[in-house]
Every structure is written in C-alpha cells, then in structure tokens.
C-alpha cells in the first residue's frame, strides 16, 4: 500500500495500491485509482496532490507515467495545475456526482452479466458482494 497523497490542511495519506498480478497497466490502475478517489469525494476539491516526481517515487512507476496521468486527469476536468503551486483537486461539475452513478451502475450492470454467464445465481453474487463489503475490495478487487 503507498501513501501518497497530501491534504493542505492536515495531511491524510490515502492508499494507492499498484498490483502488477493484475494484468493493468500501471497507468490505468494509477489513473482510475485517483479519478475514483476524486469523483467519490475521498479527495475533496482543493486538496493537494503530491508533484510528479514524489507520485512517481511513491508508487514506483516512471516519471512519464506519473505525469501522463496527472496530464489526463487535468485534460478530465478532475485537478488543476496551478504554477509554482503543485496539482489540486478541483471542485466538481454540477452532474460529476450523477456521472460517477451512472458509471458504477454500468460496471455493477456489467459484472451481474459476466457473473451470470459464469454460471453465478443471483443469490452467490448477493454473498459475494456482502462479502466484498465487509472483508473490504480493496485485497481483491484491483
């Protein structure tokens, strides 16, 4: 687990985790990671992210990948790069929310359908997602 970002009021590391058994490239782990964490309200707007460098070292992955993600999330809307400042959260659009809501209904939409062409009843994933929730999806799910 990395901890690796700063809050400007009184710092609150939050986990990034990086899993190269996953088969995602460290980027997209990297990327999807942040922008949940940012459009679920984890991170809220003005919250200070740690620079470049200091995200690339702290999870280990290339300077061109820290910045190619922090590149995306800006070209997203999700943070702002301020000069001489560092890179902040920024505050969300009116309909993020509804959009972040909308996304996880159509991956939840999704994963009920593969589950069930795997041969899952409905009740199995029930007991699998409770279990998800409780034990955490953090272990297994990224």
């Given at each position: 687990m990395?901890?690796?970002?700063h809050?400007m009021?009184a710092?609150?590391?939050?986990?990034?985790?990086?899993?190269?058994?996953s088969?995602?490239?460290f980027?997209?782990q990297l990327?999807d990671?942040?922008?949940a964490?940012?459009?679920?309200?984890?991170?809220?707007p003005g919250?200070?992210?740690p620079g470049?460098?200091?995200?690339?070292?702290?999870?280990l992955?290339s300077?061109?990948?820290a910045?190619?993600?922090?590149?995306?999330?800006?070209?997203?809307g999700l943070?702002?790069?301020?000069?001489?400042?560092?890179t902040y959260?920024?505050?969300?659009a009116p309909d993020a929310?509804?959009?972040?809501r909308d996304?996880?209904?159509q991956?939840?939409a999704?994963?009920v359908i593969?589950?069930r062409q795997?041969?899952?009843?409905?009740?199995?994933?029930q007991a699998?997602?409770?279990?998800l929730?409780?034990?955490?999806?953090?272990d297994d799910a990224?």
């Open positions: 990395y901890k690796c970002i809050t009021t710092p609150s590391p939050l986990p990034l985790t990086l899993r190269q058994a088969g995602v490239p980027y997209r990327h990671q942040l922008s964490l940012i459009t679920s309200g984890a991170l809220p919250t200070l992210l470049v460098r200091q995200l690339a070292q702290d999870t992955v300077l061109i990948t910045r190619r993600v922090y590149a995306d999330l800006e070209a997203a943070v702002e790069r301020r000069q001489g400042q560092g959260v920024r505050a969300p929310r509804a959009q972040a996304e996880a209904r991956v939840l999704d994963a593969r589950a795997l041969g899952l009843a409905d009740a199995e994933q699998f997602l409770a279990t929730w409780t034990d955490g999806a953090d990224r």
